[in-house]
């Protein structure tokens, strides 16, 4: 429940409050398969029933992208793109993204300038600024 100061979701005070309903039944049923239980339970029902209430109260709503709106856009390389090593990140509209290059012999490197030629599933596909021409 400490934690919850640290963030601002108030997502993991319920676990902290299922923490404690399962020890009062641990204390009082001194079973474990019942502590787990109730922990279990209890931590799911408040996360569904609050999370939603929640939300409206702080005003968050996830943001939406239409990732047909950042085709061919230019994006910034925030870690180097490296096919080979399964690395890279850009950073477009103030989201960051994971990303591979076009070609796999290709590294760009940090503070480059790309292209995103496509998205696929959670990355985007991007080449070098300079090889658009």
């Known amino acids: 429940m400490v ?13 902290g ?3 404690i309903v399962a020890s009062v039944v641990a204390y009082i049923v001194g ?3 019942w502590e787990i239980l109730t922990f279990i339970v209890v931590s799911g029902i408040l996360i569904l029933l609050t999370r939603p209430l929640v939300n409206r109260i702080t005003g968050e709503q996830p943001r939406k992208i239409n990732v047909d709106d950042i085709v061919g856009k ?4 925030v870690e180097e793109i490296d096919n080979k ?3 890279g990140v850009v950073k477009i509209n103030g989201d960051s993204w994971r990303a591979y290059s076009k070609s796999d012999e290709v ?3 940090k503070g480059e300038h790309v292209k995103i030629l496509k998205v696929e599933g959670a990355h985007l596909v991007v080449e070098k600024e300079d090889m658009e021409s």
Not at 3 to 15: A, S, Y
Request: charged share 15%.
């Open 85 to 87: 090593a399964g690395k």
């Open 107 to 109: 590294k760009i490197k």
């Open 31 to 33: 079973n474990t398969i």
């Open 3 to 15: 934690l919850e100061i640290i963030t601002p979701t108030f997502f993991i005070f319920w676990f």
């Open 74 to 77: 230019k994006a910034l390389v």
């Open 17 to 19: 409050v299922g923490a």
